[in-house]
Nanobody, 125 residues
Framework: QVQLVESGGGSVQAGGSLRLSCAIS????????MGWFRRAPGKEREGVAR???????AYADSVKGRFTITKDNAKNTLYLQMNSLKPEDSAMYYC???????????????????WGQGTQVTVSS
């Protein structure tokens, strides 16, 4: 069973930075893709960033150049560095993992089987 636990959320002013962490417990399960998603109140879930097992990444247009997804394999931790935060980045952020990926949309959440509980990010203007 795969367990994902996010941390690092909080409240910051616009222009500030936060680093989200996702502690991964996967045992012998081989994770193919890991991603960060967010959901703001009244809005649909949005794929923010993805990291494939080969190291390739993808980002939503809204965060390109500001957010960076990385993984520390020694610590079994996925990160999302968020810089130049904007009020519209405010949302609950979720870490997710997939062992297979079939969607043509690189930021779709449909193929992710494992999800964390989320961490709240609030950006004030």
């Amino acid at each position: 069973q795969v367990q994902l636990v996010e941390s690092g959320g909080g409240s910051v002013q616009a222009g500030g930075s936060l680093r989200l962490s996702c502690a991964i417990s996967a045992g012998t399960v081989r994770l193919y893709v890991m991603g960060w998603f967010r959901r703001a109140p009244g809005k649909e879930r949005e794929g923010v960033a993805r990291l494939d097992s080969d190291g390739s990444t993808a980002y939503a247009d809204s965060v390109k150049g500001r957010f960076t997804i990385t993984k520390d394999n020694a610590k079994n931790t996925l990160y999302l560095q968020m810089n130049s935060l904007k009020p519209e980045d405010s949302a609950m952020y979720y870490c997710a993992a997939a062992i297979h990926y079939y969607s043509d949309n690189l930021l779709s959440g449909a193929d992710y089987a494992f999800w964390g509980q989320g961490t709240q990010v609030t950006v004030s203007s």
